[in-house]
């Protein structure tokens, strides 16, 4: 059984319109690598030249915050929910 990815809306055409998506992985790093491998392209928009996650995207494992987890080095199994949230800027005047 795999990782399940749910894809944010502008994403979405990296992955042909598919909402969620599955990939084998132990790792977010290696998840992220199987992403860019079947979709390339996604590494790029959610990872920067240092290789952290970039500061406007938001990625949870099954709810939790990856960036208070482990990072890129944070541990998957089988059956996990990724979820990649853009994060939203704006408020009011």
Do not use: K
């Amino acid at each position: 059984m795999a990782v399940q990815v749910n894809i944010p809306t502008p994403l979405r055409r990296l992955t042909n319109g598919q909402n969620q998506v599955e990939a084998e992985a132990t790792s977010l790093a290696e998840l992220l690598n199987a992403l860019d491998q079947d979709y390339p392209g996604m590494r790029d928009r959610l990872i920067d030249e240092e290789g952290e996650i970039r500061y406007f995207v938001n990625i949870y494992l099954n709810g939790e915050d990856v960036r208070f987890l482990q990072g890129a080095d944070t541990p998957m199994s089988s059956g996990d929910e990724v979820s990649i949230v853009p994060a939203v800027a704006g408020g009011t005047r």
